[in-house]
């Protein structure tokens, strides 16, 4: 096992750190280091900027605009726009659509949509979850019945991020409420936000933020061309895009950032006179912290080696990465909190203020793309044989 970076890595990532200096720009590099929530623009500005160098879809196969990397490649640069504190893309087009697409789509389906997925010009989000269906996915209830020219979908999706901005949906329905199985009778349906009878309705969450949204379908009309896979057979399509969603939630490179920020703003406060950083059971939280970032890196890079070797994503052993990865993301914001102190959250200086609604906020990273709990579960069952 080889955990170090090769000197072709090196000189790679020293390309893409030089690139995003350069590149990045310094609103929304500053947005992003004061927690700014940002705009459907913001967001598709540095989509722009990545598709028109050609790095907006590492992964993609070279024929529809992939870069070629391998897989140390595209880690190093994920990494590295951590790092450079770059505007997080929703992964919803580009690293879920696109892949499930690229897997089990028709050509027809690949033309109409990888282009515009590439190039922002259409914006998407994920139907997943709904009231009574969220960890437990299997018990959906969204249905869609067959009629001469699709699909007639009726039904609700929640906590639905950024649907407010969504050009398109990927939706999970129920085609088939008789399956002996939950799992069966569930297809993977694209949908026109636009379609007359679908209404989008903010929730407002604990920060003040609008992110997540209620959807309502009200017999929408969807073309059968738009759906992925055979029907029927939706789980096995969102088993795959799952997969691809937890291992690209550790984001190391971010955290180590915000370990940096944290100990910066540690070093600026005192407690009862005297510096933060010399609190003993302050500086014990954050050597542990340090230590856990230092050792999910490791676990990360074990993976990489694991998948150059032998070319194969990781099976269900991925969810380690999810689990000890959002829960090191919430242990910074709580530091950060701790460090601000009491009534961060009504403090004159934007930053501190910022630090209690980025807390609320991060609540949610241990719950998405499947909850903890059950990432737990399935390491139980399907690595240790539980």
Known sequence: MDLNYSAEELAFRDVARSWLAQNLPADLRDKVASYEELSREDLLRWHRILAAKGWIAPAWPKEWGGTGWNVVQRYIFEEELGYAGAPTLPPFGIAMCAPVL?????EEQKKRFLPRIYSGEEFWCQGYSEPGAGSDLASLKTKAVRSDEGYVVSGQKIWTTLAHYADWIFCLVRTDSGAAKRQDGISFLLIDMKSPGITVRPLTLLDGGREVNEVFFDEVKVPAANRVHEEGKGWTVAKYLLGHERLNTGRIGASKRELARLKQYAASRTREGRPLLQDVRFRDRLSRLEVELMALEITNLRFLDRMRRSGEPPGAEVSMLKIKGTEIQQ???????Q?????????????????????CNFRKTSIYAGSNEIQRNIIAKVTLGL
Request: proline share 6%.
């Open 102 to 106: 690229l897997r089990f789509g028709t």
């Open 331 to 337: 242990a910074l914001t709580e530091l950060m909190v």
């Open 339 to 359: 460090a601000a102190g009491p009534g961060a959250m009504g403090s004159p200086d934007r930053f501190t203020a910022a630090l209690g609604l980025r807390y």
